[in-house]
């Protein structure tokens, strides 16, 4: 047996003893467990061989030291002693069914030259039409190649209670169709570090390993902890992409912070009405459109507990309606996150308002608006403000002229999303004892999630991974001095 040529990738099978394998390594990367900092699960590998397969092979991290000094991406070995097991189930790299398991007395004989040739890179693309099939499948993971046209600079986000570093861009194909591509932590880091002002121009990247999720009526791309990027790799579609862009006019365009882009979005998309005309619409008609209301904060009703929940009426030219502030929605609202707001305050009379509330009675603003979820006949009608913007000159539109609309349920993007590289929640900040044992129940409460926008959803986790912590588990309600 030691005599057997090597054995093609496409005949390995898990658990079958195998001589030999002639490959070349096309990538490498080193995957973390979540939630655990530098803590690495070992080594990950594509192998490819002279008939273009392709197989995953990995080792554990205590053989690390031993293996990695034998290895290089684009180099061509000949593998011996090692051993063969059934792929994962989810997040795949390869279409291969089996998995290569390198041990530290697997043998590496480097090749100087092979024939057939072995390509340096295999990847498997998938078209921008064929994404769509694709959606939230974990199964195998999608690799892309497009045209870089924007770049957003990294920028953090908070996701819970925790901060990730986030960067957006766009990329075209051939037929200039456009993806979006989402960014986490040390993949975004490592394609920010880049110049790519320096780059030739045009500048074409293959992304593999990604998640494809849907965001209102778009598709986003998000990395994995197995995704690498790769620009102007050597394959055969490189050439087309190139003569396709190679008269591309203009510069790759900087994309505005996510918070600046959402707003700008529901500036265009956000129906525009007064308060009079709100007030006639069927709330089940429009429970997926956001409104935006040029109007004040007239009052307060302080005869509930503010730090649960805050009701208010707003008051435009055209006449007043109640609404509430709920969860995360407030901080944006305020200025304030949650627990400042319960912390700072001092008095124990409830109808003691805070400040940050008081200095916004009278300002006129633009108030984000949407229905609340109908659980029941008492709150079929609840207006909730998400958030506030500066004035602007906005026409109202008629609710005659409003038409219902169908829009796709969205699933929030969170770095919780990724297999193995994105960190878990942090704990909570440790408060001292006696305040914790006195506001713990009341900050939580502030934070009760609800149905978060679309805008939100964007930089924010699923609904379901939040806190939550309903008002009604809630058996008595206290003051914020009370113990």
Known sequence: MENEGPTPLDQLAAYKKIVRIKVRVCRIWRPKYPGMGDKYTGLHCILVDEKQQAIESSFTEMDYEIIVPKIEAGTCYEIMNFRTNYAR???????????????????????????????????????????????????????????????????????????????????????????????????????????????????IIVFTSLKVKLFGDSIILNNTGSTLFFIDPDIPELNTYKSVFSTWPHPIKTLPPSKQANEQDIFQTGKKMTLEELGYLDPDLYKNDTFLCKASIKRYNTKYEWWYKVFLVLEDETDEISALIIGRSGEKVFGVPCKDLVFNQRSVDQKQLPSEFLRLIGQKKIYHLRFGSRRNSLNSNDLLIYNISEELTIQPTTPQSLSKQVTVSSTAVSSSSTPVDIVTDSPVDIIAGSHKRKRESIRRALFVPFKTSQAEEICETDAQDQDQIPIKLFKRKSSPTSS
Do not use: M
């Not at 291969?96 to 024939?115: C, M, Y």
């Open 89 to 203: 189930a989810q997040y795949r790299v390869v279409p291969h069914e089996t998995q290569i398991i390198f041990i530290s007395k697997t043998v590496f004989k480097k090749l100087a030259s092979v024939f057939p040739p072995i390509p340096r890179h295999i990847f498997f693309l998938q078209d921008c039409n064929k994404l769509y099939p694709r959606l939230n499948k974990c199964d195998i993971l999608t690799d892309v190649i497009g045209h870089l046209i924007s770049v957003q600079p990294v920028e953090p986000i908070q996701i819970n209670q925790r901060i990730e570093d986030k960067c957006d861009l766009v990329i075209q194909n051939i037929r200039n169709e456009e993806a979006k591509i989402t960014l986490w932590s040390d993949v975004a880091h490592a394609f920010s570090a880049f110049s790519l002002e320096q780059l030739h121009q045009p500048i």
